[in-house]
């Protein structure tokens, strides 16, 4: 089973990236999934999370009206759009699967993580 992220890189501050997570191994088409990011010498964070329908997403106050998390159950793949992005975005990112209940922006309610992707933003 992996989760295999892509699309990161090196951007300048107010551009744009797109983040892709796709499944492999198992169908995750019915769980809801989230991106975290890490940066470094700080803890994991709560980036975004969509349900499994995609009809209900959540954002961390630090990304709203900039991130939008968006995923295709055909592909088994979501998706973070970032814009607008800053210095302090620079982190590795990580899209992440539940298959419980939990709080969405609590990393302990993901069971599956993906490798982490850098993005880097310079000024």
Same mark, same amino acid.
Do not use: H
């Given at each position: 089973?992996? &989760?295999?992220?892509?699309?990161?890189? &090196?951007?300048?501050?107010?551009?744009?990236?797109? &983040? *892709?997570?796709?499944? !492999?191994?198992?169908? /995750?088409?019915?769980?809801?999934?989230?991106?975290?990011?890490?940066?470094?010498?700080?803890?994991?964070? /709560?980036?975004?999370?969509?349900?499994? !329908?995609?009809?209900?997403?959540?954002?961390?106050?630090?990304?709203? @009206?900039? /991130?939008?998390?968006?995923?295709?159950?055909?592909?088994?793949?979501?998706?973070?759009?970032?814009?607008? &992005?800053?210095?302090?975005?620079?982190?590795?990112?990580?899209?992440?699967?539940?298959?419980?209940? @939990?709080?969405?922006?609590? *990393?302990?309610?993901?069971?599956?993580?993906?490798?982490?992707?850098?993005?880097?933003?310079? *000024?």
């Amino acid at each position: 089973v992996q &989760l295999v992220e892509s699309g990161g890189g &090196l951007v300048q501050a107010g551009g744009s990236l797109r &983040l *892709s997570c796709a499944a !492999s191994g198992r169908t /995750f088409s019915n769980y809801a999934k989230g991106w975290f990011r890490q940066a470094p010498g700080k803890e994991r964070e /709560f980036v975004a999370a969509i349900s499994w !329908s995609g009809g209900r997403t959540y954002y961390a106050d630090s990304v709203k @009206g900039r /991130f939008t998390i968006s995923r295709d159950n055909v592909k088994d793949t979501v998706y973070l759009q970032m814009n607008a &992005l800053k210095p302090e975005d620079t982190a590795i990112y990580y899209c992440a699967v539940a298959t419980g209940w @939990g709080p969405r922006e609590k *990393s302990a309610s993901y069971d599956y993580w993906g490798q982490g992707t850098q993005i880097t933003v310079s *000024s």
